[in-house]
């Protein structure tokens, strides 16, 4: 069984996702870990970043390359990069859909970043 190491963020964050043939779609990133970031996307988007739905190909996880908007060290809004797995796609609605991503290769210095964020919003939700 995975334990996290870190809990789940629940915070609106922007977001770019590419698909393996290079087109980009502006998403909302709802939920985040230091191993899985979750975006809602409307039923259109999601099917250019999963065609059809589907999130598995040729019997792998779709792929996918994803920007997301962190602040950095001074406090400036700044993309961290990875390459993500779909791991889930659901509808949460008639028009509404979340896609959950395991992260499977991000820079050393973006997860550095990305596990600052979570530490830091974790410790602004304790106080």
């Known amino acids: 069984m995975e334990k996290r190491i870190y809990p789940r963020i629940s915070r609106q964050l922007s977001a770019t996702v590419a698909n393996q043939e290079g087109t980009c779609i502006k998403v909302t990133a709802v939920d985040t870990n230091s191993k899985v970031l979750c975006i809602q996307c409307d039923i259109r988007q999601r099917n250019v970043i999963t065609p059809g739905g589907s999130f598995v190909r040729d019997g ?68």
């Open 60 to 127: 792998r996880p779709v792929e996918l390359m994803v920007s997301l908007d962190l602040p950095d060290d001074s406090g400036q809004w700044a993309p961290i990069q990875a390459r993500c797995h779909i791991a889930f796609s659901r509808r949460i609605s008639w028009d509404q859909c979340k896609i959950g991503m395991r992260y499977v290769d991000i820079d050393r210095h973006d997860y550095a970043r990305l596990v600052q964020f979570i530490e830091k919003t974790l410790a602004s939700n304790e106080g």
